[in-house]
């Protein structure tokens, strides 16, 4: 009598990538759940989506902008803070999604079988749909205040890549730990702020002190932030080595990320 043998993954095996794409719909449920539940029986629906970027860009303008007197690189400051917010929401909502998501769907995780991997990973749907609403929103204003990105832009979707994978293997990591550490739940949003500020995300990198300029030149993110606003806005070419760096990196972290949280998989039931 034949049947199937469920054999628990070694400790250091990636999930077979048959196994994740036969239960793809699984992400696709849980993905487009997080988008219905987060404008359910909210008063103003997706307008949320674009008033987070908006307001951001906004105060960011004034601070940096209009008190600081920032350079901008050209362009005006509202649309530089704005392009910066768009890629690092997409980073900070996907790594704060998948860390939490292991716990938010404990029921589920301790009772059906699945490739537990799917769950952190399904939180990049409803963060890339808040980012087409905001890119097209942001693809309006560029004409509003006449910025023209030029081809570049299409070199956007690369940059927003590298943030999604790094997001990603962080948030792995992240929901891994938080199985076993709550703590990571109050860990993870402070350090989003405090990089929010880290990186060059309001203020350009150029703008930063030569003493510290070690500093962006060894941060990732402020290579993926740069290079996406280069790219949207049209400020030239960005630096080779971060192009070939940023991907290497990015990938290096997702697959760190998703060793560690298949190294800690067979606990999950037991733990959460």
């Known amino acids: ?35 219905v ?23 960011f303008a004034i601070i940096f902008g209009g ?8 362009v005006p400051y509202f649309m530089f803070s704005y392009v910066g917010m768009l890629v690092w929401n997409v980073f900070a909502n996907v790594l704060t999604r ?13 009772k059906v079988f699945f490739p ?17 609403v905001a890119a097209a929103l942001g693809l309006v204003l560029l004409v509003g205040f006449g910025v023209s990105p030029g081809w570049g832009i299409l070199l956007a979707p690369f940059w927003l890549a590298c943030a999604l994978l ?19 739940a109050y860990v993870v949003p402070w350090l989003t702020q405090v990089g929010l500020y880290a990186t060059p995300v309001a203020y350009a990198a150029s703008a930063a002190p030569p003493k510290l300029a070690w500093f962006f030149a060894v941060n990732p993110l402020a290579w993926i932030v740069e290079g996406f606003r280069s790219a949207f806005l049209g ?20 697959a760190v990320g998703l060793l560690y949280f298949q190294s800690r998989e067979r606990q999950f039931a037991d733990l959460i």
């Open 235 to 254: 400020l030239g070419t960005p630096i080779w080595w971060q192009v070939v760096c940023a991907p290497v990196a990015a990938l290096a972290v997702f």
């Open 166 to 184: 790094l997001a990603l293997g962080l948030g792995l990591w992240g929901a891994a730990l938080m199985v076993k550490f709550r703590d990571v």
């Open 116 to 132: 537990r991997a799917l769950v952190p990973l399904s939180s990049a749907l409803s963060v890339l749909v808040d980012f087409a």
């Open 98 to 110: 998948a860390s939490s998501s292991m716990v938010a769907n404990q029921q589920l995780v301790a």
């Open 67 to 74: 008190v600081a007197k920032l350079p901008s690189d050209g």
């Open 37 to 59: 539940l987060r404008y359910r029986q909210t008063a103003i629906g997706v307008l949320w989506v674009v008033l987070q970027p908006l307001v951001g860009a906004g105060i």
């Open 1 to 35: 009598m034949s049947g199937v043998t469920i054999v628990p993954p070694g400790r250091f095996n990636l999930p077979p990538l048959r196994d994740l794409w036969q239960a793809r719909e699984v992400a696709w449920v849980f993905g487009r759940r997080d988008i």
